[in-house]
């Protein structure tokens, strides 16, 4: 392998070990309680879905039919609560869980319709629209929360990563994940931080070349 061809590689492995590390603003896990007064369960999948176990990959068909399933209660309830932001957002996390990002930001925006000051939604938002492929609309979430909010721990450490994997703008990624333990000293990821700091400063010179949308798998 050619230096040049090298020195890409390990940059793009680097990147795209940032890009594992997304902070979640909101969680399935507050999702409300059903009509009939059950707890509605998160519906997490895991970062390699398995059926059978004779590893049998789960299609995106079956997330979907799966997520679908899930959030049938939830759905229901709008019906009658159309501009419940929560309900939104719940929907939408479930989506988000299940790797449904156009779903995902759809209910996010719905939800950000009737409660545009809601920044953890809005950082999700974000999440949902690097996922699918857009890194300038997630930063620009990233950002609008960081108006309202500037030291808001997971804005800031998405926002570091879209920097940098998909605009390869080194300093605009340090600068945020800096800001972010100034302020937070107590964030619970401060090693993960301080290690993608240590690899980004490492690579701080390279011109690599133009911008990547393409998310991680």
Known sequence: MST????????????????????????ASQAPKTAAGGATPAASVPASPVMGGVGQQITPDQLKH????????????????????????????????????????????RSLQVQPGNTNVRVDLGTTMWYLGDA???IEQYKTVLKAEPTKPNALMNLGIV???????????????????????????????????????????????????????
Not at 11 to 16: A, D, E, K, N, P
Not at 96 to 106: S, V
Not at 169 to 181: D, G, M, Q, S, Y
């Open 4 to 27: 040049p061809a090298y020195v890409m590689a390990v940059v793009c492995l680097l990147i795209g070990m940032a890009a594992g590390y997304f902070v979640r603003g909101s969680a």
């Open 163 to 217: 920097e940098w994997r998909g605009k390869m703008n080194v300093p605009a990624a340090i600068a945020a994940w800096e800001k972010l333990l100034a302020t937070n000293p107590n964030f619970q990821g401060k090693d993960k931080v301080e290690q993608l700091i240590a690899q980004a400063k490492k690579h701080a010179n390279m011109q690599v070349g133009a911008e990547t949308t393409k998310p991680p798998i």
């Open 136 to 138: 300038d609309k997630a």
């Open 66 to 109: 799966m997520a679908d399933v899930q959030v049938a209660p939830l759905v229901e309830r709008l019906k009658g609560e159309p501009k419940n932001a929560q309900l939104l957002a719940n929907v939408g996390n479930q989506y988000y869980d299940a790797r449904q990002y156009q779903l995902a930001a759809d209910y996010y925006q």
